[in-house]
């Protein structure tokens, strides 16, 4: 396919999409660390052609993020995908799913490269590579070699796009539970991204500018670069948030893995709980 160029949209927030304001907040008991505007987006949409590489904007005179640099994906690397999708039978609030977080490690960091586990939930009314919040592990991180737990927006299939990293992440090897539901009802058209693990760890942010609607969700790996690892992920929990509040078991599902090894994916309990790798050290044909 050749090499491939990819943009880079700066978010300034607030900035402006129609008549529509997106922000990003924090609740009580957040700490964050940073708000990355650096590094390569990560969504799934970005299979073929949407991984985003570092350049400052310039916010126009109309509003809004423009790109203004091009770089190219690291030599000799394929993006990698493995994943989940849920497609609800209609609009619910959200979804969540527990892992325990296992070993990353990503050949690419220094040009902003990552290999991450994450969970995927789209907003109004759309697909989760079009218009969604997400919150994972990673390992890389803004240009470092650094093991975070973060959340990201996007809109638009990526047009806009942000993300941002809190702090003290959960050690490997920690069951943790990940949730993105709608959180309106304290912040009008937000969704909120949720780490819970052990008695009382939590780490969360909100993200304006998404109304109620989630009708998608996805739980999976995304690697940068084919040579770097994910270890064996299991997923003992994959629900989504219905319109009552209540949490519900999912009964569909599909799974994809782009474009195939070394990353993997497979059912543990179809379509309920799974497990994804790529260059595992854990052995993959087990759940667990």
Avoid at 150 to 176: K, Q, R, W
Avoid at 267 to 284: D, E, L
Wanted: hydrophobic share 40%.
């Amino acid at each position: 396919m050749g090499v491939a160029t990819f943009a880079r949209f700066r978010l300034i927030m607030p900035s402006q999409k129609g008549n529509a304001t997106f922000t990003r907040g924090v609740v009580a008991s957040e700490e964050v660390q940073s708000s990355r505007r650096w590094a390569l987006a990560r969504k799934r949409t970005g299979f073929l052609a949407v991984l985003v590489a570092a350049a400052i904007s310039v916010i126009p005179a109309g509003g809004g993020p423009v790109p203004i640099a091009r770089t190219a994906l690291a030599a000799g690397c394929t993006k990698h995908l493995a994943y989940q999708d849920a497609q609800l039978l209609s609009a619910q609030k959200g979804g969540r799913e527990r892992w325990i977080t296992r070993t990353l490690s990503a050949s690419d960091w220094a040009v902003g490269g990552f290999a991450s586990e994450v969970l995927w939930v789209g907003t109004d009314n759309s697909q989760a590579d079009t218009d969604w919040v997400e919150i994972g592990m990673t390992q890389g991180w803004q240009y470092t070699n650094t093991y975070q737990l973060y959340s990201a927006h996007g809109h638009n299939g990526g047009a806009i796009y942000d993300e941002a990293a809190l702090a003290s992440p959960p050690a490997l090897g920690t069951t943790v539970t990940f949730t993105v539901r709608d959180y309106s009802s304290v912040v009008a058209n937000s969704y909120i991204a949720e780490a819970t693990w052990g008695s009382s760890s939590y780490r969360a942010t909100w993200w304006s500018g998404h109304r109620v609607g989630t009708v998608d969700y996805s739980g999976g790996l995304e690697a940068t670069c084919q040579t770097s690892q994910v270890d064996r992920t299991y997923v003992s929990l994959n629900q989504f948030q219905s319109n009552s509040g209540t949490y519900v078991t999912v009964g569909v599902g599909a799974q994809h893995n782009l474009p195939g090894t070394p990353s993997g994916i497979a059912w543990c309990s179809q379509p309920v709980t799974f497990r994804y790798w790529q260059n595992s050290a854990i052995p993959t044909g087990t759940c667990g």
